[in-house]
């Protein structure tokens, strides 16, 4: 059996409870739903999510893990954001579900100062040079950016339906 250690223990936790709350913000659209763009940059709720998937990808197989199959994958995958066209919107939410797991298993072989195992190269725009270094970096990265995320969905939840995922009153 393997002891995760408690602090890993605890962001995971923190990091499911985003994950949860973007799969309970779209709980219950239909299709058209999920793909209407309602706000003006264009993006759709299948494509946030789909989004989300690249995110724990590349932070926890890439960066974290190393995997060179994903890295490799990396240069060739195109927009996170534009889902194609006929792809059932089950397989985009069911991909995010995998991607979790996928990520769930590094994580918990993980301590929270280790060492990262790979970083995009300087020339590339989008990261430059690191500026994260332990496995407790990329963790608290995925949970703020899951987590501003999560309320993007929210927000656009509340524009197609009037539904709002929580209400603390």
């Known amino acids: 059996m393997t002891v995760v250690d408690a602090e890993i223990t605890a962001l995971l936790h ?3 409870v985003q994950r949860n709350h973007v799969l309970g913000a779209l709980d219950g659209l239909d299709d058209e739903a999920l793909r209407r763009a309602v ?8 494509g946030m999510v789909q989004h ?26 195109g927009s996170s954001w534009q889902v194609e066209a006929g792809t059932a919107a089950a397989e985009v939410l069911d991909r995010y ?3 979790t797991s996928r990520a769930d298993s590094v994580i918990t072989t993980s301590a ?15 990261h430059g040079e690191q500026y994260r270094h332990t496995v407790r ?8 950016e899951t987590a501003c995320h999560a309320g993007h969905l929210d ?7 009037g539904k709002q995922w929580f209400v603390n009153t």
Not at 112 to 126: E, F, G, Q
Not at 137 to 144: A, F, G, N
Request: proline letters at 6%; aromatic letters at 12%; one cysteine or more.
């Open 39 to 46: 706000l003006p940059s264009g993006w759709n709720c299948l």
């Open 97 to 99: 579900r995998a991607e």
């Open 52 to 77: 989300l998937t690249r995110v724990e990808r590349f932070w926890f197989q890439a960066v974290v893990a190393g995997d060179k199959d994903v890295i490799a994958w990396l240069d060739g995958a």
């Open 137 to 144: 970096d990329v963790l608290l990265h995925v949970i703020t």
């Open 112 to 126: 929270a100062d280790d060492a990262l195992a790979w970083w995009p190269p300087s020339t590339d725009p989008t």
């Open 14 to 16: 923190f990091l499911q």
């Open 155 to 161: 927000a656009v939840r509340e524009l197609i339906d």
